[in-house]
């Protein structure tokens, strides 16, 4: 049997996209784009968190590390170069390259943090004050103390991330250690 024209002329017109439907799909995709890219512009603050929290924990694993092993640890932070390294404290004066702790991932195997990586979207580290100098020394029970080798407990003391969009403080208390952050604006 032979289809019919009007068969064919049904079947041919259900092919394509009416314009309502593509007018519909459209209006859409235009609700959705303006929801989504405002976010993208977050990206940075997003990053700049990422930056605080990577040193919140790295303080806190240093402070854990010496309880842990019954040894100082410091957190040596360099604001010059936007980085810090985590060591092992042996005897009265730091040193960033012989005693830093292992890191299997950090380069040359010393853990160091470099904030000038695209992970952290441009935070750099500023206004580090630990005692007066830029080393973070945490006792054998995990106290910070205000030099490498001292006895005495630390005042504490602070340091700021600061990224495209948001400027946070991270505070250290004395005599516990315990490890606050604040966002400045």
């Not at 806190?60 to 170069?81: G, H, I, K, N, P």
């Not at 602070?158 to 250290?172: C, D, F, K």
Request: charged residues 15%; glycine residues 10%.
């Amino acid at each position: 049997m032979r289809a019919t024209p009007s068969a064919h002329t049904s079947t041919s017109a259900r092919r394509g996209y009416t314009l309502i439907e593509l007018l519909i799909v459209i209006t859409i995709l235009g609700i959705l784009g303006t929801m989504v890219i405002p976010s993208f512009g977050s990206t940075n603050v997003l990053r700049t968190q990422a930056a605080v929290r990577t040193i919140v924990a790295d303080i806190t694993f240093a402070q854990s590390d010496a309880l842990s092993y019954q040894q100082s640890r410091a957190v040596m932070f360099d604001e010059d170069e936007n980085m810090y390294t985590l060591v092992e404290v042996n005897g009265a004066t730091l040193d960033a390259d012989a005693d830093a702790l292992y890191d299997p991932q950090g380069p040359g195997q010393r853990y160091r943090v470099d904030f000038d990586e695209m992970d952290f979207g441009g935070a750099f580290i500023q206004n580090v004050s630990f005692n007066g100098g830029g080393d973070l020394i945490f006792d054998e029970i995990g106290g910070p103390v205000p030099a490498a080798g001292s006895g005495t407990l630390s005042t504490g003391g602070s340091l700021e991330v600061v990224g495209p969009q948001a400027t946070y403080r991270i505070n250290v208390a004395p005599f516990t250690g315990r490890v606050t952050v604040d966002q400045i604006d």
